[in-house]
T-cell receptor, first 117, second 110 residues
Framework: GAVVSQHPSRVICKSGTSVKIECRSLDFQATTMFWYRQFPKQSLMLMATSNEGSKATYEQGVEKDKFLINHASLTLSTLTVTSAHPEDSSFYIC?????????????FGSGTRLTVV | RKEVEQDPGPFNVPEGATVAFNCTYSNSASQSFFWYRQDCRKEPKLLMS???SGNEDGRFTAQLNRASQYISLLIRDSKLSDSATYLC???????????FGPGTSLSVIP
């Protein structure tokens, strides 16, 4: 089946630094990639939707200058958390919908646990 | 009102029990629905799609009632391995937006 590879799985960074998270679709073309954030004991919250070759669409309340999304190819999307602060510590997950899939089953990456100290 | 709502639980049931979860959605929410399962500190994984005609996969049965705007998931003969959080998910297919419910926590006890 469709696989989305997400790296890194865990990262600890100092406050003020930037962190890049990568998601790759391994056996399908991901024309659309979704980025979610999940705080402990809370639901997944959609941060942004990225389409290959165009600017990402951000959800209300998500700062586009802080969470930079690049979807330069059909198999790779990246999320960069710039100038990270402790309140950005969270579980970040990407999800992809492959081109031509009709059942709308979204495949998720394994997630990145970000801790900002 | 949230677009997709669930009872967060937790539901604590003995092994072998039958347990049912419900999920309600607002009129403007979604057109396609799914149940996902999420284990602690892991990514969500698709459990099954939900159709008006019902969908059964082994011990799991999902149902969509558009008139009443709710989705159900029935788990029969619960196993310890069924312990997880179950997420009700709606998709606005017109513009491909995925909406997650808050999840229902299930613990199956020996």
């Amino acid at each position: 089946g469709a696989v989305v590879s997400q790296h890194p799985s865990r990262v600890i960074c100092k406050s003020g630094t930037s962190v890049k998270i990568e998601c790759r679709s391994l056996d399908f073309q991901a024309t659309t990639m979704f980025w979610y954030r999940q705080f402990p004991k809370q639901s997944l919250m959609l941060m942004a939707t990225s389409n290959e070759g165009s600017k990402a669409t951000y959800e209300q309340g998500v700062e586009k200058d802080k969470f930079l999304i690049n979807h330069a190819s059909l198999t790779l999307s990246t999320l960069t958390v710039t100038s990270a602060h402790p309140e950005d510590s969270s579980f970040y997950i990407c999800s992809a919908r492959g081109f031509g899939r009709e059942d709308y089953g979204y495949t998720f990456g394994s997630g990145t646990r970000l801790t900002v100290v | 009102r949230k677009e997709v709502e669930q009872d967060p639980g937790p539901f604590n049931v003995p092994e072998g029990a039958t347990v049912a979860f419900n999920c309600t959605y607002s009129n403007s929410a979604s057109q396609s629905f799914f149940w996902y399962r999420q284990d602690c500190r892991k990514e969500p994984k698709l459990l099954m799609s939900v159709y008006s005609s019902g969908n059964e996969d082994g011990r799991f049965t999902a149902q969509l009632n558009r008139a009443s705007q709710y989705i159900s998931l029935l788990i029969r003969d619960s196993k310890l391995s069924d312990s997880a959080t179950y997420l009700c998910v709606g998709v606005k297919t017109s513009y491909d937006k995925v909406i997650f419910g808050p999840g229902t926590s299930l613990s199956v006890i020996p």
